[in-house]
Protein backbone atom coordinates (compact mmCIF):
# COMPACT_ATOMS: atom_id res chain seq x y z
CA UNK A 1 0.00 0.00 0.00
CA UNK A 2 1.32 3.26 -1.03
CA UNK A 3 2.37 5.38 2.17
CA UNK A 4 2.70 8.85 3.40
CA UNK A 5 6.04 9.72 4.74
CA UNK A 6 5.19 11.63 7.89
CA UNK A 7 7.46 13.81 9.81
CA UNK A 8 6.14 15.35 13.45
CA UNK A 9 6.91 18.71 14.54
CA UNK A 10 5.73 18.58 18.29
CA UNK A 11 5.41 15.51 20.24
CA UNK A 12 3.11 17.20 23.12
CA UNK A 13 -0.61 16.81 23.37
CA UNK A 14 -2.19 17.16 20.04
CA UNK A 15 0.76 14.36 18.74
CA UNK A 16 -0.34 11.82 21.62
CA UNK A 17 -4.10 12.37 20.47
CA UNK A 18 -3.12 11.61 17.01
CA UNK A 19 -0.82 9.12 17.90
CA UNK A 20 -4.14 6.17 17.82
CA UNK A 21 -4.76 7.20 14.11
CA UNK A 22 -1.22 7.43 12.81
CA UNK A 23 -0.87 3.83 14.67
CA UNK A 24 -3.96 2.20 13.39
CA UNK A 25 -3.82 3.71 9.78
CA UNK A 26 -1.69 1.91 7.35
CA UNK A 27 -1.53 4.55 4.71
CA UNK A 28 1.14 6.57 7.44
CA UNK A 29 4.92 6.19 8.73
CA UNK A 30 6.13 7.85 10.84
CA UNK A 31 9.58 8.55 9.79
CA UNK A 32 11.34 11.41 11.98
CA UNK A 33 10.02 14.14 14.61
CA UNK A 34 11.17 16.82 16.46
CA UNK A 35 11.04 18.24 19.70
CA UNK A 36 12.72 20.21 22.22
CA UNK A 37 12.08 17.92 24.76
CA UNK A 38 15.09 15.03 25.32
CA UNK A 39 12.50 12.47 26.94
CA UNK A 40 9.62 12.83 23.93
CA UNK A 41 12.54 12.37 21.71
CA UNK A 42 14.01 9.29 23.13
CA UNK A 43 11.05 7.94 23.58
CA UNK A 44 9.77 8.84 19.66
CA UNK A 45 13.16 6.53 18.66
CA UNK A 46 12.39 3.74 21.01
CA UNK A 47 8.81 3.60 19.50
CA UNK A 48 9.89 4.25 16.30
CA UNK A 49 13.17 2.98 15.29
CA UNK A 50 13.37 6.62 13.83
CA UNK A 51 14.93 10.20 14.66
CA UNK A 52 13.85 12.91 16.25
CA UNK A 53 15.42 16.12 16.62
CA UNK A 54 15.65 19.22 18.40
CA UNK A 55 14.41 21.53 15.75
CA UNK A 56 12.09 21.67 12.98
CA UNK A 57 14.95 23.04 10.15
CA UNK A 58 17.03 20.09 10.41
CA UNK A 59 13.77 17.46 10.48
CA UNK A 60 12.44 19.50 7.21
CA UNK A 61 16.04 18.94 5.59
CA UNK A 62 15.17 15.03 5.38
CA UNK A 63 14.50 13.64 1.71
CA UNK A 64 12.31 10.56 2.75
CA UNK A 65 9.30 13.21 4.38
CA UNK A 66 6.29 13.88 2.29
CA UNK A 67 4.70 16.07 4.69
CA UNK A 68 5.02 17.65 8.50
CA UNK A 69 2.49 17.23 10.89
CA UNK A 70 3.08 20.43 13.12
CA UNK A 71 1.82 19.87 16.50
CA UNK A 72 4.14 22.55 18.14
CA UNK A 73 1.84 24.89 20.59
CA UNK A 74 -0.35 27.91 18.65
CA UNK A 75 2.57 30.56 18.70
CA UNK A 76 4.88 28.34 16.38
CA UNK A 77 2.19 27.59 13.49
CA UNK A 78 3.25 30.17 11.37
CA UNK A 79 7.24 29.73 11.03
CA UNK A 80 6.95 25.70 11.03
CA UNK A 81 4.50 26.16 8.13
CA UNK A 82 6.98 28.40 6.71
CA UNK A 83 10.11 25.85 7.26
CA UNK A 84 8.52 22.69 5.86
CA UNK A 85 7.21 24.44 3.00
CA UNK A 86 10.39 25.84 2.18
CA UNK A 87 11.45 22.62 1.57
CA UNK A 88 9.19 21.04 -0.33
CA UNK A 89 6.86 19.31 2.33
CA UNK A 90 3.14 19.07 2.25
CA UNK A 91 1.80 20.58 5.64
CA UNK A 92 -0.73 19.04 8.03
CA UNK A 93 -1.12 21.84 11.25
CA UNK A 94 -3.07 21.45 14.03
CA UNK A 95 -6.04 24.03 14.90
CA UNK A 96 -6.10 27.28 15.48
CA UNK A 97 -4.28 27.37 12.25
CA UNK A 98 -2.26 30.73 13.60
CA UNK A 99 -3.09 33.49 16.11
CA UNK A 100 -3.42 36.34 13.28
CA UNK A 101 -4.68 36.52 9.83
CA UNK A 102 -1.63 38.16 8.73
CA UNK A 103 0.11 34.59 9.72
CA UNK A 104 -2.69 32.82 8.08
CA UNK A 105 -1.70 34.44 4.74
CA UNK A 106 2.12 33.82 5.29
CA UNK A 107 1.15 30.02 5.68
CA UNK A 108 -0.96 30.20 2.87
CA UNK A 109 1.49 31.92 0.43
CA UNK A 110 4.24 30.03 1.35
CA UNK A 111 2.03 27.17 0.48
CA UNK A 112 1.27 27.91 -2.54
CA UNK A 113 4.82 29.32 -3.61
CA UNK A 114 6.33 25.82 -2.95
CA UNK A 115 3.65 23.94 -4.60
CA UNK A 116 2.37 22.06 -1.74
CA UNK A 117 -0.79 21.46 0.48
CA UNK A 118 -1.77 22.82 3.13
CA UNK A 119 -4.31 20.91 5.78
CA UNK A 120 -5.16 22.64 9.34
CA UNK A 121 -6.73 20.03 11.30
CA UNK A 122 -7.54 18.53 13.39
CA UNK A 123 -10.84 20.31 13.91
CA UNK A 124 -14.03 18.35 15.16
CA UNK A 125 -15.26 19.23 11.45
CA UNK A 126 -13.47 16.06 10.18
CA UNK A 127 -15.53 13.63 12.56
CA UNK A 128 -18.00 11.60 10.53
CA UNK A 129 -21.46 12.67 12.16
CA UNK A 130 -21.08 15.94 10.99
CA UNK A 131 -19.89 15.07 7.52
CA UNK A 132 -22.76 12.47 7.56
CA UNK A 133 -25.31 15.13 9.02
CA UNK A 134 -23.80 17.27 6.04
CA UNK A 135 -24.55 15.01 3.19
CA UNK A 136 -28.46 14.46 4.09
CA UNK A 137 -28.37 18.28 4.35
CA UNK A 138 -27.24 18.29 0.53
CA UNK A 139 -29.57 15.91 -0.32
CA UNK A 140 -32.12 18.78 0.03
CA UNK A 141 -34.70 16.48 1.53
CA UNK A 142 -34.98 18.32 4.45
CA UNK A 143 -34.90 21.59 2.92
CA UNK A 144 -32.71 24.66 3.92
CA UNK A 145 -31.02 25.17 6.87
CA UNK A 146 -32.19 27.64 9.13
CA UNK A 147 -30.67 28.02 12.56
CA UNK A 148 -28.23 25.59 14.43
CA UNK A 149 -27.43 25.06 18.06
CA UNK A 150 -24.27 24.07 19.25
CA UNK A 151 -23.31 23.54 23.28
CA UNK A 152 -20.43 21.91 25.05
CA UNK A 153 -19.53 21.91 28.88
CA UNK A 154 -16.44 20.72 29.97
CA UNK A 155 -13.49 20.51 32.34
CA UNK A 156 -11.31 22.01 29.75
CA UNK A 157 -9.61 25.52 31.82
CA UNK A 158 -8.66 22.94 34.88
CA UNK A 159 -7.06 20.51 32.82
CA UNK A 160 -3.34 20.93 33.44
CA UNK A 161 -1.84 24.08 31.07
CA UNK A 162 1.26 25.68 30.21
CA UNK A 163 1.87 29.56 31.37
CA UNK A 164 0.73 30.70 27.95
CA UNK A 165 -2.70 28.76 27.70
CA UNK A 166 -3.60 31.17 29.98
CA UNK A 167 -3.02 34.06 28.13
CA UNK A 168 -5.38 34.66 25.12
CA UNK A 169 -3.31 37.05 23.75
CA UNK A 170 -0.37 34.55 23.22
CA UNK A 171 -3.10 32.04 21.93
CA UNK A 172 -4.11 30.46 24.88
CA UNK A 173 -8.38 30.71 26.21
CA UNK A 174 -11.63 29.07 24.75
CA UNK A 175 -11.92 31.29 22.07
CA UNK A 176 -8.72 29.98 20.04
CA UNK A 177 -8.84 26.28 21.80
CA UNK A 178 -12.49 24.95 21.36
CA UNK A 179 -14.22 27.70 19.61
CA UNK A 180 -12.42 26.95 16.27
CA UNK A 181 -13.81 23.45 16.41
CA UNK A 182 -17.79 24.88 16.63
CA UNK A 183 -16.92 27.52 14.23
CA UNK A 184 -15.70 24.98 11.72
CA UNK A 185 -18.86 22.68 12.46
CA UNK A 186 -21.54 25.04 11.94
CA UNK A 187 -19.65 26.70 9.55
CA UNK A 188 -19.12 23.21 7.32
CA UNK A 189 -23.35 22.49 7.99
CA UNK A 190 -25.01 25.89 7.03
CA UNK A 191 -22.86 25.31 3.67
CA UNK A 192 -22.84 29.76 3.66
CA UNK A 193 -20.61 32.28 4.36
CA UNK A 194 -20.77 33.65 7.93
CA UNK A 195 -21.74 37.64 7.82
CA UNK A 196 -22.10 38.61 11.77
CA UNK A 197 -20.85 37.27 15.14
CA UNK A 198 -22.22 38.88 18.37
CA UNK A 199 -20.40 37.07 21.15
CA UNK A 200 -19.49 37.51 24.41
CA UNK A 201 -16.90 35.65 26.48
CA UNK A 202 -16.86 34.31 30.08
CA UNK A 203 -13.46 34.87 32.34
CA UNK A 204 -14.48 34.47 35.91
CA UNK A 205 -11.56 33.02 37.39
CA UNK A 206 -8.54 35.37 38.58
CA UNK A 207 -6.25 32.14 38.99
CA UNK A 208 -7.20 30.89 35.40
CA UNK A 209 -7.01 34.39 33.91
CA UNK A 210 -8.42 33.55 30.49
CA UNK A 211 -11.50 33.16 28.98
CA UNK A 212 -13.15 30.01 29.93
CA UNK A 213 -16.35 30.42 28.25
CA UNK A 214 -18.05 32.45 25.50
CA UNK A 215 -21.60 32.23 23.79
CA UNK A 216 -22.13 33.79 20.07
CA UNK A 217 -24.78 34.31 17.75
CA UNK A 218 -23.16 33.78 14.17
CA UNK A 219 -25.27 35.06 11.19
CA UNK A 220 -24.70 33.40 7.73
CA UNK A 221 -25.00 34.73 3.70
CA UNK A 222 -27.92 32.51 3.57
CA UNK A 223 -30.38 33.29 6.39
CA UNK A 224 -29.34 31.13 8.48
CA UNK A 225 -27.95 31.64 12.49
CA UNK A 226 -26.07 29.48 14.53
CA UNK A 227 -25.55 29.61 18.89
CA UNK A 228 -22.24 28.16 19.91
CA UNK A 229 -21.83 28.22 23.99
CA UNK A 230 -19.22 26.47 25.62
CA UNK A 231 -18.07 26.13 29.10
CA UNK A 232 -14.84 25.40 30.26
CA UNK A 233 -15.68 25.70 33.96
CA UNK A 234 -15.84 21.91 34.84
CA UNK A 235 -19.25 21.62 36.42
CA UNK A 236 -22.05 20.33 34.39
CA UNK A 237 -20.56 18.16 31.69
CA UNK A 238 -22.41 18.09 28.49
CA UNK A 239 -21.30 14.60 27.59
CA UNK A 240 -24.46 13.38 29.98
CA UNK A 241 -25.88 14.17 27.33
CA UNK A 242 -24.69 12.42 24.16
CA UNK A 243 -24.74 9.22 26.59
CA UNK A 244 -21.44 9.39 28.61
CA UNK A 245 -19.81 8.80 25.43
CA UNK A 246 -16.87 11.65 25.66
CA UNK A 247 -15.04 13.78 23.18
CA UNK A 248 -12.49 11.16 21.69
CA UNK A 249 -15.36 8.43 21.02
CA UNK A 250 -14.67 6.60 24.55
CA UNK A 251 -17.14 5.49 27.29
CA UNK A 252 -16.80 7.84 30.26
CA UNK A 253 -18.61 7.17 33.59
CA UNK A 254 -20.13 10.29 35.60
CA UNK A 255 -18.30 8.93 38.60
CA UNK A 256 -15.53 11.67 37.16
CA UNK A 257 -17.00 14.37 38.04
CA UNK A 258 -15.15 16.78 39.66
CA UNK A 259 -11.58 15.15 38.88
CA UNK A 260 -9.81 17.84 36.82
CA UNK A 261 -10.47 20.26 39.75
CA UNK A 262 -9.53 18.35 42.94
CA UNK A 263 -6.40 17.21 40.32
CA UNK A 264 -5.49 20.86 39.66
CA UNK A 265 -5.83 21.82 43.77
CA UNK A 266 -3.09 20.07 44.61
CA UNK A 267 -0.80 22.05 42.63
CA UNK A 268 1.10 24.96 43.79
CA UNK A 269 2.51 26.73 41.22
CA UNK A 270 2.31 27.74 37.34
CA UNK A 271 6.18 26.14 36.73
CA UNK A 272 4.78 22.63 38.70
CA UNK A 273 1.52 22.52 36.51
CA UNK A 274 3.48 23.17 33.38
CA UNK A 275 5.92 19.75 34.60
CA UNK A 276 2.00 18.32 35.03
CA UNK A 277 1.18 18.76 31.75
CA UNK A 278 4.45 17.59 30.50
CA UNK A 279 4.30 14.46 32.31
CA UNK A 280 1.54 13.10 31.27
CA UNK A 281 2.37 13.96 27.33
CA UNK A 282 4.30 12.05 24.69
CA UNK A 283 7.55 11.14 26.78
CA UNK A 284 6.42 11.85 29.97
CA UNK A 285 6.26 9.93 33.43
CA UNK A 286 3.02 10.10 33.18
CA UNK A 287 2.15 9.35 30.45
CA UNK A 288 -0.04 6.36 29.23
CA UNK A 289 1.26 4.64 25.73
CA UNK A 290 -1.44 4.68 22.83
CA UNK A 291 -2.76 1.38 21.12
CA UNK A 292 -4.28 0.87 17.29
CA UNK A 293 -7.37 0.22 19.08
CA UNK A 294 -7.52 2.69 22.46
CA UNK A 295 -10.86 4.53 22.62
CA UNK A 296 -12.37 3.64 18.78
CA UNK A 297 -15.88 2.55 20.09
CA UNK A 298 -18.12 5.47 19.00
CA UNK A 299 -17.42 8.41 16.63
CA UNK A 300 -15.42 11.93 18.02
CA UNK A 301 -17.50 14.42 18.62
CA UNK A 302 -17.35 18.27 20.05
CA UNK A 303 -20.45 18.17 22.31
CA UNK A 304 -24.51 18.81 21.45
CA UNK A 305 -25.52 19.43 18.33
CA UNK A 306 -28.78 20.03 16.64
CA UNK A 307 -29.59 21.68 13.13
CA UNK A 308 -32.86 22.95 12.28
CA UNK A 309 -34.43 22.48 8.18
CA UNK A 310 -36.79 23.72 6.72
CA UNK A 311 -38.92 19.95 6.86
CA UNK A 312 -36.13 18.35 9.77
CA UNK A 313 -34.32 18.80 13.56
CA UNK A 314 -30.99 16.81 12.44
CA UNK A 315 -28.93 15.50 15.83
CA UNK A 316 -25.31 14.18 14.61
CA UNK A 317 -24.79 11.47 17.86
CA UNK A 318 -21.51 9.67 18.35
CA UNK A 319 -23.14 6.28 16.88
CA UNK A 320 -25.73 7.76 15.01
CA UNK A 321 -27.77 10.99 13.35
CA UNK A 322 -31.33 11.31 14.52
CA UNK A 323 -33.73 12.62 12.16
CA UNK A 324 -36.88 14.53 13.08
CA UNK A 325 -39.19 14.89 10.36
CA UNK A 326 -42.53 16.33 10.01
CA UNK A 327 -44.23 12.83 11.53
CA UNK A 328 -41.71 10.41 12.62
CA UNK A 329 -38.52 9.96 14.03
CA UNK A 330 -35.70 7.82 12.37
CA UNK A 331 -32.17 6.91 13.24
CA UNK A 332 -28.88 6.89 10.42
CA UNK A 333 -26.89 4.80 12.08
CA UNK A 334 -23.00 4.79 11.52
CA UNK A 335 -20.57 2.01 11.83
CA UNK A 336 -18.38 2.40 14.33
CA UNK A 337 -14.74 3.69 13.24
CA UNK A 338 -11.90 1.00 12.47
CA UNK A 339 -9.65 4.20 13.21
CA UNK A 340 -9.94 7.34 15.08
CA UNK A 341 -9.27 10.42 13.08
CA UNK A 342 -9.18 8.16 10.08
CA UNK A 343 -11.20 11.33 8.29
CA UNK A 344 -7.96 13.54 8.51
CA UNK A 345 -6.07 10.99 6.37
CA UNK A 346 -8.79 10.21 4.08
CA UNK A 347 -8.16 14.19 3.10
CA UNK A 348 -4.50 14.62 3.63
CA UNK A 349 -3.40 10.72 1.81
CA UNK A 350 -6.46 12.83 -1.40
CA UNK A 351 -4.48 15.83 -1.33
CA UNK A 352 -0.05 14.68 -0.75
CA UNK A 353 -1.22 11.78 -3.80
CA UNK A 354 -4.30 12.39 -5.65
CA UNK A 355 -3.90 16.05 -5.62
CA UNK A 356 -6.79 16.52 -4.74
CA UNK A 357 -8.32 19.83 -3.28
CA UNK A 358 -8.93 20.08 0.65
CA UNK A 359 -11.90 21.03 2.42
CA UNK A 360 -9.92 22.41 5.40
CA UNK A 361 -7.27 23.90 3.13
CA UNK A 362 -5.52 27.08 4.40
CA UNK A 363 -7.90 29.69 3.37
CA UNK A 364 -11.18 27.38 5.27
CA UNK A 365 -9.08 27.69 8.33
CA UNK A 366 -8.26 31.61 8.11
CA UNK A 367 -11.96 31.64 7.37
CA UNK A 368 -12.91 30.20 10.90
CA UNK A 369 -10.01 32.00 12.70
CA UNK A 370 -11.34 35.61 11.64
CA UNK A 371 -14.66 34.12 12.95
CA UNK A 372 -12.64 33.84 16.36
CA UNK A 373 -10.99 37.03 16.15
CA UNK A 374 -14.32 38.57 15.71
CA UNK A 375 -15.66 37.01 18.54
CA UNK A 376 -12.83 37.99 21.32
CA UNK A 377 -13.61 41.59 19.78
CA UNK A 378 -17.57 41.54 19.17
CA UNK A 379 -17.31 40.70 23.48
CA UNK A 380 -14.03 43.54 24.13
CA UNK A 381 -16.49 46.32 22.68
CA UNK A 382 -19.95 45.10 23.14
CA UNK A 383 -21.13 45.33 19.82
CA UNK A 384 -21.67 42.91 16.49
CA UNK A 385 -18.89 42.23 14.23
CA UNK A 386 -19.02 42.16 10.72
CA UNK A 387 -17.00 39.45 9.36
CA UNK A 388 -14.34 40.91 7.24
CA UNK A 389 -13.32 43.99 9.27
CA UNK A 390 -10.12 44.13 11.15
CA UNK A 391 -10.34 41.26 13.22
CA UNK A 392 -7.01 41.42 15.10
CA UNK A 393 -5.69 41.17 18.95
CA UNK A 394 -3.46 42.90 20.58
CA UNK A 395 -0.97 40.87 21.23
CA UNK A 396 2.16 41.86 24.00
CA UNK A 397 5.44 42.57 22.00
Known amino acids: MEKIRLGIAGLGRAFSLMLPTFLGDARVQLVAACDPRETARAQFEADFDAPAYRDIDTLAQRPDIDAIYIASPHQFHAAHTRIAASHGKHVL ?59 NYTDYLYRPRRPEELKTDEGGGAVFSQAAHQVDIVRLLAGSRATRIRAVVGNWDAQRPTEGAYTATLWFENGAFATLSYNGYAHFDSDEWTGWIGEMGQARSADEYGAARRKLSQVVSREEEARLKAAGTYGGDAYTPASKTRGVRRHQHFGPLIVSCERADLRPMPDGIVVYGDERRERVELDAPAVARAEVIDELFAAVRGNAAALHDGAWARGTLEICLAMLRSSAEQRDVLIGEETSITRES
Open 93 to 151: VEKPMALSLAECDDMIDSCREANVHLIVGHCHSFDTPYLRTRELIASGAFGDVKMIHAL
